[in-house]
């Protein structure tokens, strides 16, 4: 009777921790269709989408207010792993989900925050009025550089060389058909960038 109770146990105790993770999959590409929405209205009103400071959704105040595109932008990253040295050294929304911005209004006033890359048919800057939000999934490891869509984007050039391997966007973007718990970042792009895979 023992021996069932164990096998048993160790059928559902896996089943159990796939089903959170799931679970927690879901949360994550729900609140981004969410900031997705808020963002592409910022956009219609502003003709531009939030300043990315910090680098978090969480501290993009203006979604929020004067007008709220968003009720909150506090929408944590469940996959963020928490401790107290991490709340105490923390900038504002650091475990909300990540943002990145690759407007050209955002790269003049942070003076360069942010390259974009020079077009070789032109000579000039590429840009691309786009943003990307992402969660750090499953495995709660950060995959993606934050350049990363912005390249993918471009049809000629290359990714600086500290980005090479973000080319190879199968192993940055998050698959569940490699198991809930496989590598990658789960990602939605909004705006005019594209990516091989979104959370839909």
């Keep these: 009777m023992v021996a069932i109770i164990a096998i048993l146990a160790a059928i559902a105790a896996p089943n159990f921790l796939e089903a959170q993770t799931r679970s927690k999959v879901s949360r994550v590409k729900a609140d981004m269709r969410s900031i997705a929405t808020g963002m592409e209205s910022y956009f219609v009103d502003y003709n531009c989408y939030p300043l990315p400071r910090y680098g978090q959704v969480g501290a993009c105040y203006t979604l929020t207010t004067p007008v709220a595109y968003l009720s909150s932008v506090a929408m944590k990253d469940p996959f963020v792993v928490y401790s107290n040295l991490d709340a105490s050294n923390a900038f504002p929304g650091w475990d909300t989900y990540g943002y990145n911005s690759f407007s050209k209004k955002w790269s ?80 939605r792009v909004v705006g005019n960038l594209q990516c091989p895979q979104t959370a839909n």
Excluded at 124 to 139: A, C, K, M, N
Excluded at 147 to 164: D, G
């Design 108 to 187: 003049d006033f942070l003076n360069g925050g942010w390259s974009p890359p020079i077009d070789p048919a032109t000579g000039q800057p590429w840009y691309q009025e786009g943003v990307s939000i992402r969660s750090l999934g499953p495995d709660r490891i950060f995959d993606i550089a934050d350049l990363w869509p912005f390249y993918y984007n471009h049809p000629t050039v290359p990714p600086p060389s500290l980005e090479t391997f973000h080319t190879h966007w199968m192993d940055l973007l998050y698959d569940p058909t490699n198991g809930t718990k496989s590598r990658g970042d789960i990602l």
